[in-house]
């Protein structure tokens, strides 16, 4: 578990499953992921046994005030050259009300202090003004693209690929 303020991220649970899948489901969500499919429940629970395996890969729930306000997902995490891929998804409820920027800090507070990472880096879709706008003022930087890597609304778009280092992030 890591505290910080009012939010606290920790490990998804078993429990949580259903609760994930449905975040994982919502509409909004899927369109910003790479692979938009919906998954079912069997899918799920394989996706989580592979998880709790997985050196590379870990879901945190986070939590504001007591409440699941969202999910952080760690992906690429490579301890060697200490770089970490690194999203959130809010839950819709909490949508629009402050929490991602907020979440967002917390998650880099964790990322570079307790997992010891120099870099932090994500894909956000070109169509996702919002969610760039709000990787910017966290200090992320365009590092590139990958050109029209993502077909949503019957054309193709790119995903640009953002990072922020530990130096950084202090300032």
């Given at each position: 578990?890591?505290?910080?303020g009012e939010y606290?991220?920790?490990i998804?649970?078993?429990?949580e ?6 975040l ?22 394989k996706?989580?046994?592979?998880l709790?395996t997985s050196?590379?890969?870990?879901r945190?729930?986070?939590e ?6 969202g999910?952080?997902?760690l992906?690429?995490?490579?301890q060697?050259?200490?770089s970490?891929c690194v999203?959130l998804?809010?839950a819709?409820v909490?949508r629009?009300?402050?929490?991602g920027?907020k979440?967002?800090?917390?998650l ?5 202090h307790?997992?010891?990472m ?5 894909l956000v879709?070109e ?7 709000l ?7 365009e590092?590139?693209r ?6 949503r609304?019957?054309r193709?778009?790119d995903y640009?690929m953002?990072?922020i280092?530990?130096k950084?992030y202090k300032?």
């Amino acid at each position: 578990m890591f505290k910080s303020g009012e939010y606290l991220l920790r490990i998804l649970e078993k429990f949580e499953l259903e609760w994930a899948r449905e975040l994982h489901n919502d509409p909004e969500v899927l369109t910003m992921l790479t692979d938009a499919s919906f998954i079912n429940e069997t899918q799920q629970i394989k996706w989580y046994e592979s998880l709790c395996t997985s050196t590379k890969s870990k879901r945190l729930v986070i939590e504001y005030n007591g409440e699941k306000i969202g999910l952080v997902r760690l992906d690429d995490i490579d301890q060697v050259n200490q770089s970490i891929c690194v999203g959130l998804d809010i839950a819709k409820v909490y949508r629009g009300q402050g929490h991602g920027k907020k979440s967002f800090k917390v998650l880099l507070e964790y990322v570079f202090h307790e997992l010891n990472m120099n870099r932090a880096w994500l894909l956000v879709a070109e169509f996702n003004e919002r969610a760039y706008k709000l990787y910017k003022s966290l200090g992320f930087i365009e590092e590139g693209r990958q050109r029209e890597r993502l077909y949503r609304f019957g054309r193709h778009y790119d995903y640009i690929m953002m990072s922020i280092l530990k130096k950084e992030y202090k300032r």
